[in-house]
């Protein structure tokens, strides 16, 4: 994955210099942002190490497209480029795979049997249970709380029931965004 990206930011990097902010940015946005979004649902249990290694990538990224030296503040680049970071996007989209199961757009069996409500686990009327939430699996490593079953079920319990109850696809964007950005 990293190899394609470093590959597409160096050829960026060779004409930075003849083309502006916007078409740096776009070719940003169309040659690495579909690398970086790739299963990244399914690459949120790997090591912290390497999540902050792929950071640094977009971090970096960012100093290509605007030009900015070492010291410059990552946040600020963020948001001079309406970027979100890669942590953002990926609880994002977690999210938003969680709602889209939730409203019976997953039907995947395998999916299915990885998420249970608290309403199946016992009949009594609970707090819990009247918000939606899922059971999170019991781990006892840390690898094991960043398994998709236990991360998607803890992501989706801690989303506001606002959000939890868009109605749309494009409702549960807006909302989360308005939400949990400080990008506006």
């Keep these: 994955m990293i190899s394609p990206i470093l590959s597409s930011l160096g050829a960026i990097g060779r004409v930075r210099r003849f083309i502006t902010k916007d078409i740096a940015l776009n070719l940003y946005k169309s040659l690495v942002v579909p690398y970086l979004d790739y299963a990244a649902i399914i690459y949120q249990h790997t090591s912290l190490e390497n999540l902050a290694r792929v950071q640094m990538i977009q971090n970096n990224a960012c100093r290509l497209i605007t030009r900015n030296g070492k010291y410059a503040s990552v946040l600020g680049m963020h948001i001079e480029l309406n970027l979100r970071m890669l942590v953002d996007r990926r609880l994002f989209q977690v999210s938003m795979f969680m709602y ?11 999916i299915q049997d990885m998420f249970r409500t608290l309403e199946l686990q016992h009949g009594r009327n609970t707090r819990a249970q009247s918000r939606n ?43 989360y965004w308005l939400t949990y950005s400080d990008i506006t």
């Design 100 to 110: 889209k199961f939730v409203k019976g757009d997953i039907t995947d069996r395998n």
């Design 133 to 175: 939430d899922f059971i999170v699996p019991i781990c006892r490593t840390r690898m094991g709380e960043r398994a998709f079953s236990v991360y998607g079920a803890k992501t989706w319990n801690r989303l506001l029931l606002e959000i939890r109850g868009s109605n749309t696809t494009d409702t549960f964007t807006r909302r």
